[in-house]
Structures are given as structure tokens and as C-alpha cells.
């Protein structure tokens, strides 16, 4: 299927982060849809996640310190499948280093099978090779997305999981509107590597690789 045609569930988690004896958890997620290479601004999921009296990683970002009493009384990520179901099974699923959310979907629903995945910052690299930096808040920035992230996420500030989650699909979108990836599949993106230490996947549309 065409990347232009397809649905899209983009997400992210913000994460305690590791210490030791305590492994690394979500402590928020947030989802937006995204359809015909746009982002549905009005569709859009989060929610806080209970980790319990934890300590957090003292580098790990995020307001997480301002809410550690919603935390304590937040759903699990397991009780909310109900939610989360139609928005995870059955269509493409986006991340920006996707390894995390990936891990923390699986790990929480193993039962189920989810994907393919789409990792937008395999795709930064892909398409800005020499920008200095691929992290998503200076992707944002450089290419000009951040007054509409700031309109649609008013009140938000980067490192909450919604407002990443919506910096990632204007990012997508973005990407899929430059004139070299017109026509591009949703196996094209789940396959595309930038070559930072690997190579592509098998079948992988050359139009996303450069060594």
C-alpha cells in the first residue's frame, strides 16, 4: 500500500528511565492519527501511566517529577487495551527511534502481533544526512515544523509523550511530502535503513537509502 494512503497510529512513551535493580517504564503515552499523509489533528490519545514509588533515572526528561501522585494512581499500561486496541492492531505504527515504543508495546501485549513498524528517525537520517543533529526536537526546529507543533499542542512542551507523538507526524508528513519519496509504500518505510551501522533490509526502496 501506498504510504499516501495508508493509516498510521503515530506514538510515544516517556520512560522512567534505568536504575539499577528497576527496569526502565513507560510513565506516559500519547498517540495521534494519521491518514492520507496528514495528520488528523483531532484524534489523539494520552494518558499518564502508573510506575509506582520507583525511583526515575535523574537524567530521564520530562514533568515527571510534577506528577508523581497522578502516577501513583494512573492505569497500568496492560488495563487500558481496551483504548489502545483499535489504534494499535491493525495499522502502521510510527515512532521516532522506534526501539523503544516497539519494546514496550511487545512486552506489555505479547499476545498480539503489532506493525509493521515506521521509525522516523531512520528516516531523518535517510533524508538529511548531514544535518547535525536527528533528535526530534531539533528536527522540529530546523525544518520549520515547530509553529504548527505549538499550535496543536498548546500548553505542551517537548519530552510529553502527545506533543512528541504530534512533532513525529508532522515529521512523517513532512517526509513524505519531499518530491523524492513521492510513491513511497508503507514497506518501503518499515524497511528503510540509513546505513548508520547496518544496511538495508531486503527490498528496501533505494529512493530511502544512502550509504
Given at each position: 500500500?501506498l504510504?499516501?494512503?495508508a ?8 520512560s ?5 535493580g528497576f ?11 494519521f491518514?492520507s ?16 514509588q520507583r525511583?526515575?533515572?535523574?537524567y ?6 510534577l506528577?508523581?501522585?497522578e ?6 499500561l496492560?488495563?487500558?487495551w ?11 505504527l510510527?515512532a521516532h ?5 516497539r519494546?514496550?508495546?511487545g512486552?506489555?501485549?505479547p499476545?498480539h502481533?503489532f506493525?509493521?513498524?515506521?521509525d ?13 543533529s ?12 515547530e ?10 512542551a517537548?519530552?510529553?509523550a ?8 508532522l ?14 509504500s508503507?514497506a518501503?518505510l518499515?524497511?528503510a ?14 529512493r530511502?537509502?544512502?550509504a
Open positions: 500500500m504510504a499516501s494512503e493509516q498510521f497510529t503515530v506514538l510515544d512513551f516517556e522512567t528511565g534505568s536504575v539499577e527496569a526502565n517504564e513507560p510513565w506516559q503515552i500519547g498517540m495521534v492519527f491518514a499523509g496528514r495528520v488528523v489533528g483531532d484524534c489523539s490519545f494520552s494518558s499518564l501511566l502508573r510506575v509506582g525511583p526515575f533515572n535523574p530521564a526528561p520530562g514533568r515527571h517529577a506528577v508523581r501522585e502516577l501513583a494512581v494512573a492505569p497500568l496492560a488495563d487500558l481496551p483504548l489502545l486496541s483499535s489504534w494499535l492492531v491493525g495499522r502502521a510510527v527511534h522506534a526501539a523503544t515504543e519494546k514496550f508495546v512486552e506489555t501485549f499476545l502481533g506493525g509493521p513498524w515506521v522516523t528517525l531512520e528516516l531523518a537520517r535517510i533524508a538529511y544526512p548531514a544535518s547535525p536527528h533528535r526530534l526536537e531539533d528536527l522540529t526546529e530546523t525544518l520549520g515544523l509553529p504548527r507543533l505549538r499550535e496543536r499542542c498548546s500548553g505542551l517537548p519530552h510529553d502527545l506533543y512528541d507523538a504530534v512533532a513525529c507526524a515529521l512523517l508528513e513532512h517526509l513524505l511530502g519531499l518530491p523524492q519519496w513521492q510513491g513511497v508503507v518501503d518499515a524497511a535503513r540509513s546505513g548508520w551501522g547496518r544496511g538495508p533490509r531486503p527490498g528496501a526502496d533505494h530511502l537509502w544512502r
